[in-house]
């Protein structure tokens, strides 16, 4: 079956950029989205990216898709505090759309001053 | 994207007991779905909840455990019933955007049990 995995830790320095790597097995993905989780909460959508696509900026996200690999990466420049939590990868494809998403197992990010 | 809240934030259960979670939405929304997180876990999605008809369970969950009610387009529950320690989890509801290629979610409910 479809299998979207993650590193599980990133540890960087305020400041710096961060990068958070991600694979998945689907050769049939549509969309590969990035999930953020701060402690206690719930799962906010950070972007997402039609598989059709090679790359997505927004503001300090920048979004890489390398489909022949099957790898994203989702880089934050700027690091801060605030962007300490957990971060999902996830996919779906097109014979399920949103309501099959596929998650990663999460990279959890540290800032260290 | 939509607005969502769940009832309760947390709560800490007793062994063979059953706990019902709500999930509201600020506006009408066609796909709505349940997700378990296991402490240090991803996301599983445990059913959709369909209006007007039975849930749509993965493989792993049944209705006997998991009874989900889906009365109208913004409000949904799920119940966790005859609970055990192994369901301590973070249970998430979510909706389909618009365009329905993406999910918005809760904020969660983390239940322990003891």
């Known amino acids: 079956g479809e299998d979207v995995e993650q590193s599980l830790f990133l540890s960087v320095r305020e400041g710096d950029s961060s990068v958070i790597n991600c694979t998945y097995t689907?050769?049939?993905?549509?969309?590969l989205y990035w999930y953020k989780q701060e402690p206690g909460a719930g799962l906010q959508l950070l972007t997402y990216?039609?598989?059709?696509?090679d790359m997505k900026q927004d503001q300090r996200l920048t979004v890489l898709l390398n489909k022949k690999d099957k790898h994203l990466s989702l880089r934050i420049a700027d690091t801060q505090t605030g962007d300490s939590a957990i971060y999902f990868c996830?996919?779906?494809?097109?014979?399920?759309?949103?309501?099959?998403?596929?998650f990663g197992s999460g990279t959890r990010l540290s800032i260290r001053p | 994207s939509a607005v969502i809240s769940q009832k309760p934030s947390r709560d800490i259960c007793q062994r063979g007991t059953s706990l019902t979670i709500q999930c509201q939405v600020d506006?009408?929304?066609?796909?709505m779905f349940w997700y378990r997180q296991q402490p240090g876990q991803s996301l599983t999605l445990i059913a959709t909840?369909?209006?007007?008809?039975?849930?749509?369970?993965e493989s792993g969950f049944v209705i006997d455990k998991f009874p989900i009610s889906r009365p109208n387009l913004t409000f949904s529950t799920l119940t966790v019933s005859n609970m055990s320690p192994e369901d301590s989890s973070i249970y998430l509801c979510?909706?389909?955007?618009?365009?329905?290629?993406?999910?918005?979610f809760g904020p969660g409910t983390r239940l322990t049990v003891l």
């Open positions: 979510s909706v389909a955007g618009r365009l329905g290629n993406t999910q918005y």
């Open positions: 689907d050769s049939s993905s549509t969309y």
């Open positions: 990216i039609f598989s059709n696509m």
């Open positions: 996830a996919e779906s494809n097109k014979y399920s759309s949103a309501s099959k998403i596929i």
């Open positions: 506006s009408q929304v066609t796909m």
């Open positions: 909840a369909n209006q007007g008809s039975e849930a749509t369970y």
